[in-house]
């Protein structure tokens, strides 16, 4: 019996969200176009007070934690399973995008 604690932290760099079922930007050819909602990391800036910033868009970021139990057969396949007591801890570095 194998068991595995999962430590999961991530952001989405960039996050975008379409509206395409409402009509709140007309389009004389489509009829509308859809409604976007963009968030990356950036100053927000006051277009009606010189450009002045009056804040920071900061990237959506998560963490969790979770784990499971398999049962693994020794000897035959190495990696998963063939930990010895001494050291039990097997560590992924993750991905990097």
Known sequence: MNSWKIDVEGEFVKFVVYDADNEVHPNAIFGHDAQVYVRREE???????????????????????????????????????????????????????
């Open 43 to 97: 100053s927000i800036l006051d277009s009606l007070n010189n450009y002045r910033r009056i804040g920071d868009n900061l990237p959506i970021k998560f963490s969790f934690t979770t784990g499971t139990f398999i049962a693994v057969p020794p000897g035959k396949i190495s990696g998963v399973g063939d930990k010895n007591s001494l050291d039990p801890v097997e560590e992924s570095p993750g991905w990097k995008i």
